[in-house]
């Protein structure tokens, strides 16, 4: 929902609500009370839910994931010019949406996705921005999950025929094999390495 409509709401809203403190009389007849209704709390509460909804839209993007400091050398990562980096090959190549790059690959890991437990870690995020501390060093709740590959490449003819792929197909699907273990598809965001890898420059 775009920024515009949640303020038309609440413009509306201010509007009704300011009406009836200049005129409180007007709450007398049934017309009246309709208008209190909808100003006093239909509209108040459709803005609420409106700008939830906006703010989490926006928290898909991977402009708003990197606006976090902590999360500066992630975004950083997916510029290293060597195939071998997943994340960097998957972003630089379109294999993900850019503007939405970290949701993609961590649609487990969040407040808006997920059970209980996402949304609580998800919280815990925006607890540690503003009034905590970040844990260093940042690791993943728990072991990367292969569905997080699959949602995209599983039942792509290049994947699933592939000489590597089809050997360990079921293994992959039931996570008994981690598409991240070693001697896979290990190099991911090698945050601690970047001053020693080649970087990637989008044409202007």
């Known amino acids: 929902m775009p920024t515009a409509a949640v303020f038309a709401v609440?413009?509306?809203?201010?509007?009704?609500a300011g009406l009836m403190v200049v005129r409180p009389g007007i709450a007398a007849g049934a017309g009246g009370k309709v208008l209190a209704f909808l100003g006093l709390f239909i509209f108040p509460v459709l803005t609420g839910m409106l700008?939830?909804?906006?703010?989490?839209?926006?928290?898909?993007?991977?402009?708003?994931?990197?606006?976090?400091?902590?999360?500066?050398?992630?975004?950083?990562?997916?510029?290293?010019?060597?195939?071998?980096?997943?994340?960097?090959?998957?972003?630089?190549?379109?294999?993900?949406p850019k503007?939405?790059?970290?949701?993609?690959?961590?649609?487990?890991?969040?407040?808006?996705?997920?059970?209980?437990?996402?949304?609580?870690?998800?919280?815990?995020?925006?607890?540690a921005q503003y009034i905590g501390k970040p844990l260093q060093p940042i690791k993943l709740y728990r072991p990367f999950n292969n569905r997080e590959c699959l949602h995209c490449h599983a039942g792509a003819r290049s994947f699933e025929e592939g000489t590597t792929h089809s050997t360990m197909l079921a293994e992959i699907k039931s996570n008994e094999i981690?598409?991240?273990?070693?001697?896979?598809?290990?190099?991911?965001?090698?945050v601690a390495q970047l001053d020693e890898v080649k970087k990637w420059s989008p044409a202007k």
Do not use: W
């Open 10 to 16: 609440l413009i509306i809203a201010a509007l009704i």
């Open 51 to 96: 700008g939830v909804d906006n703010h989490v839209e926006r928290s898909k993007q991977t402009s708003f994931c990197l606006s976090c400091h902590i999360m500066a050398p992630y975004g950083k990562s997916l510029y290293v010019d060597e195939k071998g980096y997943i994340p960097a090959a998957h972003f630089q190549n379109n294999r993900v």
């Open 99 to 127: 503007d939405e790059a970290c949701y993609t690959c961590h649609t487990d890991y969040t407040l808006y996705t997920g059970g209980i437990k996402a949304k609580v870690r998800g919280l815990h995020h925006i607890y």
């Open 178 to 190: 981690s598409c991240v273990s070693s001697g896979c598809h290990d190099t991911l965001h090698n």
